[in-house]
């Protein structure tokens, strides 16, 4: 048996107030429903009954090969059901391979799809960090791939089609690698991809790429474009299909892009905004950055005096780290990540939102100078996913976090709703999934907002290195949770 917890208000901002609980077995799906609180109104964040019937779902692929199951992403399928894309296999001893999941609408698996709704391939690459969905349900997985001659790592992409087979015509039978090399030695032409997403027709790849010599250790943040439908590099893109760049902080340092979104500005034209980690000096200064580059011809574009950096420096280490990016429908952006505060016991990881308008500048509107940070359950509170409700623009923001209130510590996910200036707290929700044994863990990967519900996709731990993957759905009414009086309150 496995226990769903399901929050409602936040209390005083820091606590999550427990709602229900619900309890079913692992597999198959149960009927139980979560009980709707205050006369049976649904509020933003409830657990949606009509998906499961409980609002969640497990999906493991145990085999001889591996009982290690971890979505990198999930997406809205063209029947209206959902695709679960991650990995199967942990790649500690060999390669892992790529596992998909197809869901109805309802949550259940779909049997149409490889006679099981499951299905897993060899990747041909040393880890798979991210998918995306491309046109017509296709899928693109990337990660580090081990070149078989030079021994270097470089940017992998596995592309496989609505059936799950190897796409045709993409790359060498489904599979194209890319190069970056900018350094010298083998300790510095590493290349490591974190994300990749589909947009006007091409692959955007970005992650870090080794650069420098010696003992110089210097990784850039790094981009390529290929085409969607052949995997060739868009040599147009930077210098032969490759984007790099160093902020130029000193010798061994690390530079990284941790996420990516493509917008069109204007007709015809493509941009790509960014957001990742620089290591600025000493051991653990690190701060958030915020970038444009021209996706078409690949050239940096001023975003504010150029690009900005994000300095929370809560604690003695000055460690801050931004993880997801969202343009918003109004051409603004918010960034969102973590701060470390080593000043409290236990260090705390406080949750950060930080917005700008469409030209760079800050979002003076958006908190205290553009900038929220709280620390939303105990000590961690690190984002996964960030999405904006259309018609509110309120945002939920996916977090891991760990439930030092229910005594343990252990991994729990939530998702925080605040409002569209970064507060008011609207609505919260705890995802627990407790395994067969301790430790327990819930871990959230991907959220997406779609046909007016909010839907994230994690992993749990049942026992040891046996994890599965989950995927809950969450009714978004456009209305407040039930405020203490029992009264609804519209947004």
Known sequence: MR???????????????????????????????????FGGVPSDLTLDPGFTGDGSQVVDFNDAFSNTDTPDRVFKASDGGYWL???????????????????RADGTLDTSYRGTGKHTAPSGMDMVYDVAKGIGDTLYFAG????????????????????????EGFGANGFQSVPFDLGTGTEHVNDVPARIISAYSALYVA?????????????????????????????????NGRYHRNFDMGGNLRDTITDIVAYSPSPGAVRLA?????????????DGFVATVDGISGQAVPFGPGHVFISVDLGTSKEDHMTRLLRRA???????????????????????????RADGS????????????????????????LVERPGNRDLVVGLNMRADLFGDSHPIVGLLQV????????????????????????????????????????????????????????????????????GPAGD
Request: hydrophobic letters at 35%.
């Open 3 to 37: 226990t769903l917890l399901c929050t409602g208000l936040l209390c005083a901002g820091l606590t999550l107030a427990p709602c229900a609980l619900a309890t079913k077995p692992d597999l198959p799906v149960g009927t139980d429903h979560p009980l709707v609180p």
């Open 419 to 486: 409002g569209a200036n970064g507060g008011p707290q609207h609505a919260a929700a705890v995802l627990d999934f407790p395994g067969s044994s301790a430790p327990v863990e819930s871990i959230g990967n991907d959220l997406i907002h779609t046909d007016g519900a909010i839907v994230s996709a994690g992993s749990r731990k049942w026992s040891g290195l046996d994890l599965d993957m989950t995927i809950s759905r969450h009714i978004a009414t456009d209305s407040l949770f039930a405020d203490r009086f029992g």
């Open 144 to 167: 580090s791939y081990t070149h078989p001659v030079a021994g270097d790592i470089d940017f992998g992409i596995l592309c496989l089609d609505a059936d799950g087979d190897r796409c």
């Open 85 to 103: 894309a991650g990995i199967h296999g942990t790649g500690i001893n060999e390669p892992p391979r790529v596992a998909i999941a197809k869901l």
């Open 274 to 286: 960014i957001t990742g980690d620089v290591k600025r000096g000493g051991p653990t200064d690190i």
């Open 330 to 356: 109004n051409g603004g952006f918010v960034v969102a990540g973590y701060a470390i505060d080593d000043t409290q016991t236990p260090v705390q990881a406080q949750m950060v939102l930080v917005a700008y």
């Open 207 to 239: 992650g870090s790429c080794g650069s420098g010599s010696g003992s110089n250790y210097n990784d850039a943040i790094c981009i390529t474009k290929l085409s969607a439908t052949s995997g060739t590099i868009d040599s147009g893109f930077a210098t």
């Open 362 to 385: 800050p979002d003076t509107g958006f908190g205290p100078g553009g900038m929220v940070h709280r620390l939303v359950m105990s000590g961690t509170n690190k984002p996964f996913g």
